[in-house]
């Protein structure tokens, strides 16, 4: 594990090289109108370089290479390099780097950094743990609070007030709370947070870190219907999910 997170801290160190100059931070659009930055390739390569050498053999997908994302393999890595690169640009402070390990439909292993708190989180089997200043904490998941959960949810999502209400069955509910990339399942990890719901689609590599990390803390992470949440789809996109510290 140390050396896993120390490759996922020198990723961080290179992305805030440039969310701290924006002089030297480029970017350019994706097919799919989406925003992508020389920070997101530069991490894509350090990390998929550092994976290779740390564990020859196995394939990396990455978010950054599409030649990789038809790679077939029983075991794999799956990265997203820089998550969250619109809030990189705009510099709310809220973007992780995720790195999971992938065995047929499901994570093993998860990473999830976040550079400007130099915070590493990640979960294996059912232990999960938060790494910063050079100590490593055991963390998870939390009872529901007497005073109420609190919700996580993306920009999008909390304005449609009517999608994610009826999930809830309820529950009493001490503060909503938008946050954006992968870091709300670091939350719920921890148990700072409780529930997180999606309705917008994303992709495999900006959830698989997340999932095993909650589920390794003890929570859990479902489709919307409450079915498990599978890898290795296609086209690499997810659907709507829930993710949950305790039961509603």
């Given at each position: 594990?140390p050396?896993l997170?120390l490759?996922c801290?020198?990723?961080?160190k290179l992305v805030l090289?440039?969310?701290?100059n ?12 989406s925003?992508?930055t020389?920070?997101d390739?530069r991490s894509?390569?350090l990390?998929?370089q550092g994976?290779k ?7 990396v ?6 030649d ?7 075991l794999y890595?799956?990265?997203?390099p820089?998550?969250g690169?619109?809030?990189f640009i705009h510099q709310?402070g809220?973007?992780c780097?995720n790195?999971?390990?992938m ?5 093993i292993?998860g990473f999830?950094?976040?550079p400007?708190?130099?915070?590493t989180f990640?979960g ?7 790494h910063?200043?050079?100590k490593?904490?055991p ?7 007497l005073?109420g959960s609190?919700l ?5 999502d909390?304005k449609?007030?009517?999608k994610?209400?009826?999930y809830l069955?309820?529950?009493?509910l001490a503060?909503i709370e ?9 939350r719920?990890?921890?148990g700072?947070?409780d529930?997180y719901f ?6 495999e590599?900006d ?8 589920e390794?803390?003890?929570g859990?992470?479902?489709t919307?219907d409450?079915l ?6 296609p086209?690499?996109k ?11």
């Amino acid at each position: 594990m140390p050396k896993l997170i120390l490759l996922c801290e020198e990723g961080g160190k290179l992305v805030l090289e440039f969310y701290k100059n924006a002089e030297a931070l480029e970017i350019i659009k994706k097919g799919d109108g989406s925003p992508v930055t020389n920070a997101d390739h530069r991490s894509h390569q350090l990390l998929t370089q550092g994976l290779k050498n740390l564990t020859p053999g196995i394939p990396v997908i990455s978010e950054e290479d599409e030649d990789s994302w038809g790679i077939k393999s029983s075991l794999y890595w799956l990265i997203d390099p820089l998550d969250g690169t619109k809030g990189f640009i705009h510099q709310d402070g809220q973007f992780c780097i995720n790195v999971a390990l992938m065995e047929g439909h499901k994570p093993i292993l998860g990473f999830i950094h976040i550079p400007l708190t130099n915070e590493t989180f990640y979960g294996y089997k059912n232990k999960a743990w938060k790494h910063i200043s050079g100590k490593t904490i055991p963390i998870q998941t939390r009872n529901r609070p007497l005073e109420g959960s609190v919700l996580l949810l993306s920009n999008y999502d909390l304005k449609n007030k009517d999608k994610w209400e009826p999930y809830l069955k309820g529950t009493r509910l001490a503060k909503i709370e938008p946050l954006h990339s992968a870091i709300k399942f670091c939350r719920v990890a921890e148990g700072a947070a409780d529930i997180y719901f999606r309705f917008v689609p994303c992709k495999e590599w900006d959830t698989a870190a997340g999932q095993i990390l909650v589920e390794a803390a003890g929570g859990l992470m479902a489709t919307l219907d409450g079915l498990p949440f599978l890898y290795g789809k296609p086209d690499l996109k997810n659907e709507g999910f829930q993710v949950l510290g305790h039961k509603l």
